[in-house]
């Protein structure tokens, strides 16, 4: 068995939590790329046991920042939902969403282990690539620079219209992390109006 890491993109959900792809059958900076049949048992994995999401690959049970329970395999791309911490209590959730918020690209990357592999030839590379055909999911992670080419994201603009339409101040909802306001200053993310 081999430890595998791939790193994919990360959205902002019209909810407080997010949705992204976790993993999908294109080719990585490394040369590699996940079959079908890993993607379902992602999938399956996600489903049947849940997930972690963590900061960086960093595992310490300060650095969890959610939970996925939620995923999907459709056109070859692992889609996730992501439940996050309370962001009352875990000042990097309001934080990332922050980032989000701003445009700032973040992406997923997914660890587990490889149990079965391949080799394929690539006419692109023109060379053989490896193919992980088996793997076992134990956690995904927020990462700034993923490693597959299709993995970095923004919010979509279907959300960003969604937003666009509140009155954040009125509705005293916080612009940047969307918790409500208490006040001129919000509590979360100390962000002041």
């Known amino acids: 068995m081999e430890d595998f890491s791939f790193m994919i993109p990360l959205?902002?959900?019209?909810?407080?939590?997010?949705?992204?792809?976790?993993?999908?059958?294109?080719m990585d900076r490394d040369e590699e790329k996940m079959s079908?049949?890993?993607l379902n048992m992602m999938v399956d994995d996600i489903k049947t046991v849940g997930v972690n999401l963590f900061g960086n690959h960093e595992h310490n049970w300060?650095?969890?920042?959610?939970?996925?329970?939620?995923?999907?395999?459709?056109d070859n791309q692992v889609h996730i939902g992501i439940t996050l911490d309370d962001?009352?209590?875990n000042p990097?959730?309001?934080m990332m969403m922050n980032k989000l918020k701003k445009g700032i690209k973040l992406g997923?990357?997914?660890?587990g282990?490889?149990?079965k592999d391949r080799f394929e030839y690539s006419k692109e590379l023109g060379k053989r690539i490896r193919v992980l055909d088996e793997v076992k999911i134990y956690e995904v992670s927020v990462v700034g620079i993923p490693s597959n080419s299709d993995s970095f994201m923004s919010i979509p603009s279907a959300i960003s219209k969604s937003h666009k339409g509140l009155n954040l101040y009125n509705s005293k909802l916080c612009p940047c992390c969307y918790d409500t306001m208490k006040g001129e200053q919000c509590k979360t993310c100390l962000y002041k109006h």
């Open 11 to 26: 959205q902002k959900g019209v909810s407080s939590d997010l949705i992204g792809v976790a993993s999908t059958t294109s």
């Open 36 to 38: 079908e049949k890993a």
């Open 62 to 74: 300060e650095n969890t920042l959610g939970v996925i329970k939620e995923a999907e395999l459709k």
């Open 87 to 89: 962001a009352n209590t």
């Open 92 to 94: 990097k959730v309001p």
């Open 108 to 111: 997923l990357s997914v660890g």
């Open 113 to 115: 282990t490889v149990t």
